[in-house]
Structures are given as C-alpha cells and as structure tokens.
C-alpha cells in the first residue's frame, strides 16, 4: 500500500520534546512536497508545515515556528518532525503526506493537494 507512515507519538510534559517519523511506503519523497499536519480533538485538521523536493526547504506554520524542525533520514526516505519547547494545545494527533501535485510547497498550503495520507501518530502534552 502506498502512504506515509507516522511514528515517534507519545506523552510528553509541557516543555518537553519529541520526534516524529514519517516513512515513504510506495513511493519516494524526491517526488513530492511532503507536509505535515495536525488534528486536535474537536478541530479541524491544521497544516504545520511543508518540504518542498526541489530543494530541501521548510515552511512553518506560525504556530509551531521556532519549536518545531525538519530533518532527513539518511536513507531519504524518511522525514523527522522535531518538536521541542512543547505546549498543551500541541496535543494532536500528527500526519504526515505527499503533494500529488507539486514538488515545491505552496502558500498557503493546500490541504486537498495531498494523499498518501498515514494513520497518524498521536502527542498529548501534560500541563
């Protein structure tokens, strides 16, 4: 089956970070745009951030700029989401997936653009 796959969630407290992974399943991140992307409980899903393939670049939500941080795998096919300084409204269940559409990140970014959407991992942040 083709999708990203999300691990790396867990129970962290309010300052604390974490690492989120999100694997290529059937296809090659070289290809697309990758974003990551949240949804609390009760809230629509929301956008934090977006790897554009063509060079490597990250855009970052505002509310996660600053904290949060993109790297590589060595393998490339594997994206990490490092989340540092977290707060309780982090707590969301993560994504990850593929722009079907571009190689390069669009602003704003386009939610309905992507696919290969994962089963997500969840963070929950403790007071």
């Known amino acids: 089956e083709v999708q990203a796959v999300e691990s790396g969630g867990g129970l962290v407290q309010a300052g604390g970070s974490l690492r989120l992974s999100c694997t290529a399943s059937?296809?090659?991140?070289?290809?697309?745009?990758i974003g990551w992307f949240r949804r609390a409980s009760g809230k629509e899903r929301e956008e934090i951030s977006c790897t554009s393939a063509t060079d490597g670049s990250t855009d970052y939500a505002n509310s996660v700029k600053g904290r949060f941080t993109i790297s590589s795998g060595i393998a490339k096919n594997t994206l990490y989401l490092h989340m540092n300084s977290l707060k309780p409204e982090d707590t969301a269940v993560y994504y990850c997936a593929a722009n079907l559409m571009r190689r390069r990140c669009t602003s704003p970014i386009l939610q309905h653009e992507y696919a290969f959407w994962g089963q997500g991992t969840q963070v929950t942040v403790s007071s």
């Open positions: 059937g296809f090659t991140f070289d290809d697309y745009a």
